[in-house]
């Protein structure tokens, strides 16, 4: 078994800054990319960034030069550092990660469970 766990989320003023933390834990040999997702009110689940093992990341242009993607290999975790938010931000955060298990064959996609962002104005 395998799960990833969000932390980090809470309320926040607008142009204020924000860690959001997922950790990778249980049955796990190796790990791909890992990113993050959001769901605004009202609007589709968006893609916000991901990271390669080797840390070269890439971000949805909305969130460039705000936000920042980092993850420790060792310690199986990816953040993701939010500077100067917006309202515009407030929503649903989601880790994710392709995971190859022990004993398994394949990478395989899983899911944080999410934590909510809010930034008041």
């Known amino acids: 078994q395998v799960q990833l766990v969000e932390s980090g989320g809470g309320l926040v003023q607008a142009g204020g800054s924000l860690r959001l933390s997922c950790a990778a834990s249980?049955?796990?040999?190796?790990?791909?990319?890992m990113g993050w997702y959001r769901q605004l009110p009202g609007k589709q689940r968006e893609w916000v960034a991901d990271?390669?093992?080797?840390?070269?990341?890439n971000y949805n242009d909305s969130v460039k030069e705000k936000f920042a993607i980092t993850r420790d290999n060792a310690k199986n975790t990816v953040d993701l550092q939010m500077s100067s938010v917006d309202v515009e931000d407030t929503g649903i955060y989601y880790c994710?990660?392709?995971?190859?298990?022990?004993?398994?064959?394949?990478?395989?996609?899983?899911w944080g469970q999410g934590t909510r962002v809010t930034v008041s104005s």
């Open positions: 994710y990660a392709d995971i190859f298990q022990i004993g398994g064959s394949s990478y395989l996609p899983y």
């Open positions: 249980g049955n796990i040999e190796k790990i791909n990319i």
């Open positions: 990271i390669t093992s080797t840390g070269n990341a």
